[in-house]
Each structure stands twice: as structure tokens, then as C-alpha cells.
């Protein structure tokens, strides 16, 4: 069925505004979403050329975009299968034909897992998991209907969000693997604290410990009889150091298709390697300290750039930045030489480009400054 895909022609829809086809970013109305595909498809193009170069596996976390035309690009330059995080994103993806999906989420609960097991009639599917309560919550739905649900262990690797600690690993995993309707596939890890790192060195230092901690951990579990056969790290940041540590299979990055200001700051990428941009309108110029655009948080979120807070995101070109934001507005402070006028368009890089996905119906795909339609974002908002 993928085959299909791999074919189809790449068409973004039209964009029409009053009967006439929309050509110049300029001609946009304001707040908008826009994606440079030529940045996008070099992103796409590169992570995957890194991959191969190390033979691990890209399974690229589609949360970024949540724009299935997107992780057809990724599959078609050679990612196996995607990641996601929530089961409706998954029905999303399932829906529009993708059929290897690894929810990189601790899934808990019985209405999850019926869900997750309609799914699995067309999905290799497998679901992130850090505890005997959750799988076997899972389980407990799979199992009645003669059916196994496969999972990856989360294992934290220094971020100290979810996970188990390496030295729990194999308790937990046989323990896991014990259970009804649960089949154990492999281990996971996430070095999210990697954006938190003030030097590149720092980055990379978290990369190797990424990769180096759940190899050393598929070890121990390999050596206690349990079969591993993934081992899956991954960020942006930390992806192309922890996939040259040996032992590592499968890498997960999402942002890099778009990267961020956030990227750009801990030295991921350059601000040229940034696909995603928004275009604002300034709507006031209330003092000569001070302009308004038409991007609040509704339109940019409220995260912070990493690794040091700073501003809501950077007007491309100017030294001003967007110093407050309120639902509707951003406020930006006007540095000493530099002026707005009201009607004028500026584009603004965003702190994290994930977060502003989820908050857009659609994105305009451009080449430059050429309008060349748009994509629905299909699968943003299913926080279930
Ligand atoms: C579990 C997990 N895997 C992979 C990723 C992708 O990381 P990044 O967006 O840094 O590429 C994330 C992002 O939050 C994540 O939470």
C-alpha cells in the first residue's frame, strides 16, 4: 500500500483568495503559517543521509508537522515508519494509509488500547510504556481478543520526564513481558534535557550518554534473556551523535524538518535551515519603543526559546524582538534605528515550530517567495 504513495504526485491545494490562485508570500493574509518546501525537503534529505550513513533506522516523530504530505516526504527519502504521540494521531496517519507507527508515549487505559487495537488490524503498531500498571492496562484490552500488542520500555536517559532508570530496566521489562496480550520489542530513550545545554559540546556529551545508556541497556536486557530488537533514541539536537553509537537501531528526530530559533540557538542548524516561518502584520505603533503584530499566542505559543528564554521569536531581518505576547498580540520592543508602520508584513521565526503546528488548521507551502498552496494539518488538536 505504501508503494502507492511513494508515486502519487506531491500537490499542496490551491490557495484562493476572493476566485484569484494566491502566487506571492506577500499577498497572504496575516497571521500565516508558512513552509519553505526547498529548506523543508534539504532537512528531510540530510537527516536521512545521516541515518544511512550510520545504518540506523529513521523513525521521524511526525508531531512536528502532523501533516501526512510531510511524513511522505520522510518515508520516500527513506524513513521506516513514523513516530507519533497520541492514539488520534495515529488514526489520522492510519486513516491517510501510513502502516508502522510507534507511539513514543506512555499509553495508559482501556479506551486507549481499544482504540489501539482497531488500529492494529492495519498497523504494525507498537506504544511506549515505562510500567507494569500501563502495559498491563493494554494487555488487558489485546489479550481477550487473542491479540499482542508490542511496546518499547522507556528508559531516561538524564531528561527526567518519564522512563525507567537503567538499573530497574530488567526488573521491569521482565516483569512486562510476563504479561498477557504484551510482547516486549525493544527500548526507547528521549534526551529532551540536550535542549537545556548552553554548548555545543554539552550537546554532544548528551548524544553519546543517549546512545551509549540504552545500548548498554538493551545489553543487560539481551543478557537476561529478553529479546530486544529495537533500541530507538532520539532529538534533533542529539540525533546525529547518539546514531553513531554502536548498538543504537532506530533514531526518532521530529523538528528537524522545520527546525526553530530554538534549533538555531544551541547550534543545530542556521537560521537558513529554518522551513518555518509566520507572517505577521503589525497592527499598531502605539509609542516609538513599541509596534504590534497580529500573532499572539494563539498563533506562536507560549514557548520559550532554549536554551535561555528570550522573546517570543525573531523578526527576521530586524535586531527588534517580540518582547510579550498576549492572546492576540505580540508585542514587539522597536530597538534604537529601527522602525514599523502599521500595514507592514514581517516574517518571525518562531521559538519552537512543534507547538505552532498544533495550533494552525493549515500551512502555506512556498518555494521563496512563491505561494505554492497549502496542507491541512490533519492531525493537530487530537490531544487523546
Ligand atoms: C519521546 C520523543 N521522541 C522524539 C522526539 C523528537 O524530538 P525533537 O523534536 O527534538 O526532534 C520527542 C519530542 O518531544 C519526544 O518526546
Known amino acids: 500500500m505504501l508503494e502507492e504513495f511513494y508515486i502519487e504526485p506531491f500537490a499542496p491545494g490551491r490557495i484562493q483568495w476572493f476566485g484569484v ?17 526547498d529548506v523543508l525537503e ?38 521506516r515508519g513514523i513516530s507519533l504521540a497520541k492514539t488520534g494521531e495515529a488514526e489520522v496517519f492510519a486513516a491517510a494509509g501510513f502502516d508502522d507507527v510507534f507511539l513514543a508515549y506512555p499509553v495508559v487505559g482501556a479506551e486507549k ?18 510500567g507494569v500498571e500501563g502495559a498491563s492496562s493494554l494487555g488487558g484490552v489485546f489479550h481477550p481478543a487473542g491479540r499482542r500488542l508490542d511496546v518499547l520500555l522507556k528508559v531516561d536517559c538524564g531528561y ?29 530513550t528521549h534526551a529532551g534535557h540536550a ?3 548552553t554548548t555545543r559540546e554539552e550537546v554532544d556529551a548528551i548524544a553519546r550518554q543517549e546512545g551509549e545508556i540504552l545500548a548498554a541497556t538493551a545489553q543487560v536486557l539481551r543478557g537476561a534473556g529478553l529479546p530486544v530488537e529495537e533500541v530507538s533514541v532520539g532529538s534533533t539536537p542529539t540525533a ?3 546514531m553513531a553509537v554502536e548498538g543504537v537501531t532506530e533514531c526518532r528526530p521530529g523538528n528537524y524538518v522545520y527546525h526553530d530559533a530554538s534549533q538555531v540557538s544551541l547550534g543545530t542548524c542556521g537560521i537558513g535551515d529554518c522551513a518555518m516561518t509566520v507572517l505577521a502584520t503589525v497592527v499598531s505603533v502605539p509609542a516609538t519603543d513599541r509596534a504590534v503584530l497580529d500573532c499572539g499566542s494563539k498563533t506562536l505559543s507560549s514557548d520559550a526559546l532554549r536554551p535561555r528564554p528570550s522573546g517570543h521569536g525573531w523578526i527576521l531581518g530586524r535586531k527588534s524582538r517580540i518582547d ?8 514587539v520592543r522597536v530597538e534604537a534605528g529601527e522602525s514599523f508602520r502599521v500595514g507592514e508584513k514581517v516574517r ?29 494539518v490533519a492531525a493537530r488538536g487530537k490531544v487523546r
Open 21 to 37: 490562485d494566491l502566487m506571492n508570500i506577500a499577498d497572504l493574509d496575516t497571521p500565516s503559517v508558512v513552509v519553505d518546501l
Open 42 to 79: 534539504r532537512n528531510v534529505r540530510h537527516m536521512a543521509e545521516r541515518a544511512g550513513e550510520t545504518g540506523v533506522r529513521l523513525r521521524p516523530h511526525a508531531k512536528t508537522h502532523k501533516i501526512p504530505e510531510v511524513a511522505r516526504l520522510q518515508l520516500a527519502a527513506g524513513a
Open 113 to 130: 488500547a481499544r482504540r489501539l487495537l482497531a488500529l492494529s488490524d492495519r498497523v504494525r503498531l507498537a506504544v511506549g510504556t515505562d
Open 160 to 188: 527526567h520526564r518519564v522512563g525507567v532508570s537503567p538499573e530497574s530496566a530488567v526488573e521491569v521489562a521482565r516483569r512486562i513481558a510476563d504479561l498477557p496480550g504484551i510482547s516486549v520489542r525493544g527500548v526507547f
Open 195 to 197: 535542549y537545556l545545554a
Open 240 to 242: 546525529r551523535g547518539a
Open 324 to 331: 510579550k505576547l498576549t492572546e492576540e498580540h505580540g508585542v
Open 348 to 376: 518571525i521565526l518562531p521559538n519552537h515550530a512543534c507547538v505552532v503546528s498544533n495550533l494552525h488548521d493549515r500551512i502555506v507551502v512556498a518555494r521563496g517567495d512563491r505561494v505554492e498552496g497549502e496542507w491541512a
